[in-house]
C-alpha cells in the first residue's frame, strides 16, 4: 500500500452470469462493504444500468469493462464513454489484455478511449502486462513500460486515472508473480505516473493472497477476476486491504 492512498478494490466481473446473478452479487457485495475501501464492480454492458441504479448513493461504484473512443456514430455494437456515465458509471476498465488479445487493441487505440472516458467524467483503469514469453525473455519492466508510456493520455494522473498492472500469465491461471516480481513492476508504475496514482495488481487474487500482495509497496488496490463473481471472496479480499 502507499501511505495516503485509499486502496481500491474492482472487479471485473467479464461476461459471466445472467441479469438475476448481476443483481444479487452486487447486493451482496454492497451489503458486505467494509469500511476504508473503495469498491468497484464492473458488470457486462448489458446488466450495467440495473446495477448502477441499484448502487446508486450505496458504497459501491460500477464501472464498464470497456468503451468507445468516439462519443456517438456509426460504431455497431460499442458503446460511448458517455453513455456508460449516463447511466450510473464512474470508472471503465480500458486495454484489459482479453480486449487487447481478442479485439486487436493498441496502445494508441487505448489511450483514444481514456480521453474519451475522460471526457466523459469516467475514471479509466488502463490494464497493463507483459505474456510469459515476455517475462522470460526479461522484458516485463520494459513491455510494461512501454504500454504505460502508449497508452496513458494527457491529463490522466490529473484526472485520477488508475493503472492496473495484470501479467496476461497470471490472469485466471491460479498462477501469480513473487512478491518481489510485482513490487519490482509497481516501483516502475510509480516512476512513471505520479505519487497519488492508485496502482492495481490483478491476476490470480483470492482471499489467500490477497493480504500479501496489498501489503507490498505501491500496490494500491486489487482488479479481481474470477474471485470477484463470489461475494464472500471478492469482500474478504476487500477487507484485506482495509485498515
Ligand atoms: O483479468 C483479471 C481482472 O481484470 C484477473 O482475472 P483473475 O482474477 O480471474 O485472474
Not at 493503472?163 to 513473487?178: F, L, S
Request: proline fraction near 6%.
Amino acid at each position: 500500500m502507499t501511505p495516503g492512498i485509499r486502496p481500491l478494490i474492482a472487479g471485473n466481473w467479464k461476461m459471466h452470469g445472467t441479469l438475476r446473478d448481476a443483481a444479487a452479487l452486487a447486493e451482496a457485495v454492497r451489503a458486505g462493504a467494509p469500511a476504508g475501501v473503495d469498491l468497484l464492480i464492473c458488470p457486462p454492458f448489458v446488466h450495467l444500468h440495473v446495477v448502477a441504479a441499484a448502487m446508486l448513493g450505496q458504497p459501491v461504484a460500477v464501472g464498464g469493462q470497456d468503451c468507445h473512443a468516439a462519443a456517438k456514430g456509426a460504431h455497431t455494437g460499442d458503446v460511448a464513454a458517455v453513455m456508460l456515465r449516463d447511466v450510473g458509471a464512474t470508472h471503465v476498465i480500458l486495454g484489459h489484455s482479453e480486449r487487447r488479445a481478442d479485439h486487436g487493441e493498441t496502445d494508441a487505440g487505448v489511450r483514444a478511449k481514456a480521453e474519451a472516458a475522460i471526457g466523459a467524467g469516467l475514471t479509466p483503469i488502463i490494464c497493463v502486462g507483459e505474456t510469459l514469453a515476455q517475462r522470460e525473455a526479461g522484458e516485463a519492466e520494459a513491455v510494461v513500460a512501454a504500454q504505460v508510456k502508449g497508452s496513458l493520455p494527457e491529463g490522466f494522473l490529473a484526472a485520477g486515472g488508475v493503472v492496473a498492472y495484470e501479467p496476461v500469465w497470471a490472469i485466471g491461471t491460479g498462477r501469480t508473480p513473487t512478491e518481489a516480481d510485482i513490487a519490482a513492476i509497481h516501483a516502475v508504475l510509480r516512476g512513471l505516473t505520479s505519487p497519488a496514482t492508485r496502482l492495481l495488481y490483478g491476476g490470480s487474487v483470492k482471499p489467500a493472497n490477497a493480504k500479501a500482495i496489498l501489503g507490498l509497496p505501491h500496490v494500491d488496490g486489487a482488479l479481481v477476476g474470477g474471485a470477484s463473481l463470489v461475494a464472500a471472496d471478492f469482500l474478504a479480499i476487500a477487507g484485506a486491504a482495509g485498515p
